[in-house]
């Protein structure tokens, strides 16, 4: 019997990498019996070992557990996003924040091809982020702007990095460690999205220390998993004005002397992380009546 960490699954067959060769594995079927799927980053235990074939036999408790990706004991999300080509998308930002923060993992915004546009622009996301908490990384793969830096972000931990399809992760990735040599591909002219070029998630170990996943492009995110009661703890300048608010419960929507919005009004806080708020709370609400 062997540990290891499964690094790549596709198709019911899992490589698992362990301290002397990495072995494909099958899952027991006591597996799909207790309907456990093995994740990519889980740490399990192999027996049945024939040449560099085994089956996986345990799988050790989970530290954390993410949905979108499907992903195990990852501990930081790189979460990136293109400043142009692909045009942000702020909303799918925020509802991946709250992922992040409902698993408990360090959060780094990474803000890519920061070359293409204004530093007035850049530096006025820069700070409605700050603001909420988050460490940011401004990036340039064509001028090798911020790459140490996330380089060492990454040391020594098991980061996945995740974000719309065409921002540059895997340019990103191949910029930090270039035996990698994953597929990179353009932004598609006529939708102005990215085209996927990651199939799969996939588990790589790095010269400096730590692990990352480079995981297939998302497009939306459920967020059915939290109550409409949590929503503000997922948005912290938000809900470190709550206490303010005249009414207890206050969930800063139609509520008067709401401290929250006055915050919005004389913008102390980001108008559209606000409006985001409103829609997820609205979402939840209407998850509730079906």
């Known amino acids: 019997m062997q540990e290891g960490i499964i690094t790549k699954g596709v198709g019911g067959l899992y490589e698992v990498k362990t301290d002397n060769k990495t072995y494909q594995c099958r899952a027991r079927g006591l597996f799909r019996k207790k309907k456990i799927t093995p994740l990519v980053g889980d740490r399990v235990k192999i027996d049945e070992i024939q040449d560099d074939n085994g089956y996986i036999i345990e799988i050790m408790n989970r530290s954390t557990e993410l949905i979108r990706p499907p992903v195990a004991n990852v501990n930081q999300a790189i979460i990136v996003f293109a400043i142009k080509k692909p045009m942000p998308n702020f909303w799918l930002l925020d509802r991946f924040l709250i992922l992040a923060e409902k698993e408990n993992l360090d959060v780094v915004i990474c803000i890519n091809k920061v070359d293409l546009d204004s530093s007035e622009e850049i530096e006025k996301i820069n700070k409605i982020y ?90 939306s995110l459920e967020l059915s998993f939290i109550e409409e009661d949590e929503l503000e703890l997922y948005f912290n300048e938000i809900h470190d004005l709550s206490e303010h608010c005249k009414f207890r419960g206050c969930k800063h929507n139609k509520e008067p002397k709401c401290a929250v919005k006055e915050a919005v009004e004389k913008n102390e806080i980001s108008k559209f992380r606000y409006e985001n708020y409103l829609l997820f709370l609205n979402e939840l609400k209407d998850n509730r009546r079906y």
């Open 130 to 219: 700050e603001k909420a908490g988050y460490k940011i990384i401004n990036t340039s793969c064509k001028k090798d702007l911020g790459i140490n830096e996330l380089r060492n972000v990454l040391q020594n931990k098991i980061s996945v990095f995740s974000g719309p399809s065409g921002v540059g992760k895997s340019t990103l990735l191949n910029m930090i460690q270039p035996n990698l040599q994953l597929k990179t591909g353009d932004v598609s002219k006529k939708t102005s999205r990215g085209k996927h070029t990651t199939r799969h998630t996939e588990l790589m170990e790095l010269e400096n220390g730590g692990w990352v996943l480079d995981t297939p492009g998302f497009s």
